[in-house]
């Protein structure tokens, strides 16, 4: 593989002709910070100065390994199959309604003046992690729950 045989003392990783990211190492690999700053310096050559931009080699390269990070993730899902990233979404939607949960009751810790400190101090000690999942996901009814009335035949 060509990262592998690469060496990140002796040359950049490639030029802007040539230009490849890592997709399968780690985001700030060094094969990616090197990719970064190949971006940054030609980013910097042609945006300079246009609309009052003022950016540094630095600002640049981070911003560009912060994309690299979304662009991985991306592609890690898209070779996800159907069931797994249907997995992934469910997982993301409690963990954001945990996060909802938990930001809306540490709203409300704080707006009671006589029990604030100990009710701050207890959401925060659960963490988003400590908040209840109740919610679930519902098939078919989007994301609404749905309850059924059932007859017994012992009712009248």
Not at 115 to 127: P, Y
Request: charged content about 35%; hydrophobic content about 30%.
């Amino acid at each position: 593989r060509e990262i592998s045989g690469w060496d990140p003392k002796r040359r950049p990783c490639c030029t802007i002709k040539d230009f490849r990211i890592d997709l399968e190492g780690l985001p700030r690999s060094e094969w990616n910070k090197s990719a970064a700053l190949v971006f940054a310096a030609e980013y910097l050559k042609r945006h300079q100065g246009h609309q009052g931009e003022n950016l540094t080699l630095e600002y640049v390269s981070e911003a560009w390994l912060t994309h690299v990070l979304a662009l991985k993730t991306r592609y890690k899902v898209k070779q996800l199959d159907e069931l797994d990233r249907k997995e992934r979404k469910a997982r993301n939607r409690r963990r954001q309604r945990k996060h909802e949960l938990y930001s809306r009751r540490l709203q409300t810790a704080h707006e009671y003046k006589d029990i604030k400190d100990r009710a701050v101090f207890i959401v925060e000690s659960l963490g988003q992690d400590g908040m209840s999942s109740d919610e679930s996901d519902h098939k078919g009814h989007r994301g609404e729950a749905t309850y059924y009335i059932l007859d017994k035949d012992w009712q009248f």
